[in-house]
């Protein structure tokens, strides 16, 4: 893995609790999405929800809530413009992996981006939700925002738990969080019925059926 992904980023949320008040987390993400190689030469790698849990749950992460992708979109220092390649059986094929990797590339030279910066726009985000317990054996996608912030992919589980396509970005989220000034289990913060809302938009987010069918 690139040695810069290993260095993680502070992303900071807000959520309004009981009794209006305001609460505020602060989790730690890679800057840019799952990759292999190195700083110089490296392939965005779109994984199944089998593979990114599996690699989350070994290196001690877990993936972003809807919510959290939002934050790091608008919290990026910088924002790539969307390049969807056209539609076929051709989008999971290695092909397609590594000719839109070099069109992202390309884009990153030419408006400059540091390697290491808190990057989005690029890619669209495998996520939790709750609709991955009420739609088991399925994969939750959403994200690719458009430079006006409005994401091309709404929050889908259209697609099964072993699908991948080239626009697929696996961004890891560190296990643990700051959540109103103390250390605390991202894990336990979306299954907390108050605090929940500071890293979902859905409210408290129970995985079990989703880990397990993820895991098995």
């Not at 990153?108 to 991955?132: C, E, M, P, W, Y």
Request: charged letters at 20%; aromatic letters at 8%; proline letters at 6%.
């Amino acid at each position: 893995m690139p040695c810069f992904l290993r260095k993680l980023t502070p992303v900071t949320l807000r959520g309004e609790v009981a009794g209006g008040e305001t609460v505020t987390a602060t989790i730690f993400v890679i800057p840019e999405y799952l990759a292999i190689g190195s700083d110089s030469d490296f392939l965005r790698i779109p994984m199944d929800l089998h593979t990114a849990m599996a690699i989350a749950n070994r290196f001690g992460f877990c993936l972003p809530t809807k919510k959290i992708v939002d934050a790091i979109y608008h919290q990026s220092t910088s924002r790539f413009t969307p390049q969807p390649l056209p539609a076929g059986p051709r989008m999971t094929s290695t092909e397609y992996y590594r000719h839109h990797n070099e069109i992202v590339d390309d884009q990153s030279r030419k408006r400059g981006f540091r390697l290491g910066a808190l990057v989005s726009g690029h890619k669209k985000d495998v996520v939790l939700t709750n609709r991955l317990n009420s739609n088991p054996g399925r994969i939750a996608i959403y994200g690719w925002h458009r430079e006006t912030g409005v994401p091309i992919q709404p929050l889908s589980t259209v697609h099964g738990a072993d699908y991948a396509d080239y626009s697929h970005g696996i961004r890891l989220v560190a296990a643990m969080a700051v959540i109103g000034g103390r250390l605390r289990s991202v894990q336990d913060i979306l299954r907390d019925a108050v605090f929940s809302k500071v890293l979902s938009d859905e409210g408290p987010i129970h995985m079990s059926a989703a880990f397990a069918n993820a895991q098995a």
